[in-house]
């Protein structure tokens, strides 16, 4: 069984993120561009098939090894054909595929056999699923052949860009992230943010998990870590996010151990300001004091840890959504 076939994964795929797409599909009255990674099977892309329009794919060849002309291109192949096959039968109106890791096409401009990546169109869902830790870097090389490092959060910040150029106040740029992480945290990483003077709700809610045991410190170390990066991109492309809650699984095993993961669900709308910097209207600690929900018969529900008080998550998107402060204040 693959990781995009766990039935955790599909419980997600099915229960939180389906539901909410639908409301968004109906809200926004036209149908969604989707951009991520689906697999060579585009897991994604066929469950939430009927809400979305265009695509916009990414598929590396060889995980996890530098890409390279010289690797078998199979994976590619799968998952043109697939979404070639949904063209023609016009379930969707086009896709791009771009052949490499997203961060590594979106820093170089251009995927594995030299294709320039473009956007035409506002994506309004994307599904960023990095397995192997947003907090491990990746190894590519450049154009001349020069080794490089870059994180996949990176691919997040670029993507955060394009939205951006698109956007006007007459068409601005609302959407739906949803972003799968390892919750394994590299250990270099998480000693650099640990270090950073953070702002002082971020900074006490890090002394409040500081006496946790190590799984659950670390875990909620991460949560807030994701949080701060991925607020910070918005904000300075002038997007207004907002955190739905977070759900904490056990995925696929690998390598004989277990993996367990997070999904986070980050909403956004381009928001211009005098200052070119979004307010986010979510206070941290409404966000990183919530609970992680868990995953039980296909279902969500919070959870409870020992040690710390933390405040019930809601367990249904569509209500996280219509009662976030983007929904309640009209912006979204």
Known sequence: MSYMDHPSKRAIRENWCKPLLRYIRNNLGYKLTYLGLPSRKAHDILCWLEYLDFVIAFQCRDYPNPSSVEQS????????????????????????????????VLI??????????????????????FCNGITV???YYDENNDK???????????????????????????????????????PPEQQRFLGQQQQAE?????????????I?????????????????????????????PTIYYQGAPSAGRQNWMMHFTIIGVYNRNPSSIAPCLQ???????????????????????????????NNSSVT????SQLRQKRLW
Do not use: W
């Open 148 to 186: 490089k490092e870059a994180y996949k959060s990176e691919a997040i910040r670029e993507l955060l860009k394009f939205q951006r150029e698109l956007s006007s106040v007459d068409q601005p740029a609302k959407f739906v992230m949803f972003l799968t992480v390892h919750s394994g945290f590299f």
């Open 216 to 244: 659950n410190r670390n875990t909620r170390v991460l949560k807030t870590y994701i949080y701060q990066v991925v607020r910070d991109f918005f904000r300075t492309a002038e997007v207004s996010p907002e955190f739905l």
């Open 108 to 129: 170089k401009g251009l995927d594995t056999v030299g294709k320039v990546y473009e956007q035409e169109h506002i994506v309004t869902v994307y599904n960023l699923d």
């Open 137 to 139: 870097p990746l190894v």
């Open 283 to 313: 206070p941290a600690g409404t966000f990183l004091n919530q609970k992680f929900l868990g995953i039980g018969n296909g279902r969500f529900c919070s959870m409870n840890t020992q040690g710390i008080s933390e405040n019930n998550a």
């Open 320 to 323: 996280a959504f219509t009662s």
């Open 202 to 214: 971020l900074r006490n809610y890090l002394s409040k998990v500081s006496q946790l045991s190590r």
């Open 73 to 104: 291109k199979e994976e590619i192949l799968k998952l043109e054909a697939k979404l070639l096959e949904l063209e023609r039968e016009k379930q969707i109106k086009s896709f791009s595929l771009y052949d490499g890791y997203i961060e590594e």
